[in-house]
């Protein structure tokens, strides 16, 4: 379980830069839930992320996976636990290694030295069975440079890397907004695959609405550092892209109403 409390991250506090990115998060993900993220431009969705991986230490809060205390550890410790997928399909690779050595080597990564040595590694056969399990037709192109794959398999293929060794968490940050609609489609398949499939415990964050509504068992609405709705169960089955952007511009009306009731207290006090 991924339990979040109370997360607070301020970039360049106490500057004109200053930034509060998230304003006081809590958020609990259950066991092989599958969480979908939205949210304005901006509202911490990325930066929540990155407090969970790491690469931000939070100002104040603490972060539980599994049971541990994660607030505190460096990055690539917390690695060993989290499988992340970000939305530059170039990112997630080695472009000049085959894809059969990337997969070898997503095998190991978070593996300390000594287990590395010992562990039981998949053969050749049984990568390629996980590849071929895809649905992509990419078990017969182990030998081939990943980077000379396009977009939509390098992503799927990152997918399967970071999921390999059963992350206790999975963090995908707009996977599929750099990649046409139909590779976005073929990613989302597989996602939706190796998520359920493994009963995988996952954070997704996306822009389409479309996505939104129809992955995943609960949907978390960020906005200006904070979660602004919480919808599960027979809510979130019956969810609709509309329904998401009325609730947009029902956060829009009354950011306008308060931002107006400002004005309004601003000129009645100067
Ligand atoms: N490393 C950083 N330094 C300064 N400001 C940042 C940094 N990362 C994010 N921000 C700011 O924090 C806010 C939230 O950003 P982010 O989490 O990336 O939003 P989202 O992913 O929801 O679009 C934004 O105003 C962004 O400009
Ligand atoms: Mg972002």
């Known amino acids: 379980m991924l339990d979040i409390r109370g997360i607070v991250k301020t970039f360049h506090p106490g500057t004109e830069n200053e930034v ?28 929540l992320q990155n407090a969970v991986s790491g690469s ?6 603490t972060i539980l996976l599994a049971g541990r205390d994660i607030t505190r550890w460096p990055e690539h410790r917390r690695a060993a636990l989290i499988g992340r997928v970000f939305q530059n399909p170039f990112s997630g690779t080695a472009p000049g290694m085959s894809v059969g050595e990337n997969l070898a080597l997503a095998e190991r990564r978070g593996l300390r030295r000594t287990l590395r040595r010992n562990a039981s590694l998949r053969s050749r056969d049984a990568l390629a069975e996980r590849v071929r399990r895809l649905g992509m037709g990419l078990e017969d192109r182990l030998d081939t440079e990943i980077g000379s794959l396009s977009g939509g398999q390098r992503q799927a293929l990152t997918l399967l890397m970071a999921t390999m060794r059963r992350p206790e968490l999975l963090l995908l940050d707009e996977h599929t907004a750099a990649l046409d609609p139909r590779a976005a489609e073929m990613v989302i398949r597989v996602t939706d695959d ?5 009963k995988l415990t996952t954070l997704m964050v996306t822009h389409s609405m479309q996505q939104a509504v129809s992955l995943g068992d609960r949907l978390v609405m960020m906005h200006r550092g904070r979660v602004v709705a919480d919808i599960s169960g027979a809510e979130k089955q019956r969810l609709r892209p509309g329904d998401l952007l009325d609730r947009f511009d029902a956060i829009r009306r009354r950011e306008q109403i308060d931002l107006s009731a400002a004005e309004m207290l601003r000129e009645t006090y100067i």
């Open 20 to 47: 509060r990115a998230l304003q006081g998060v809590d958020l609990r993900v259950e066991d092989g839930s599958f969480v979908v993220v939205i949210g304005t431009n901006g509202s911490g969705k990325s930066t």
């Open 194 to 198: 190796l998520v359920r499939g493994g």
């Open 56 to 61: 931000a230490v939070v100002d104040e809060g």
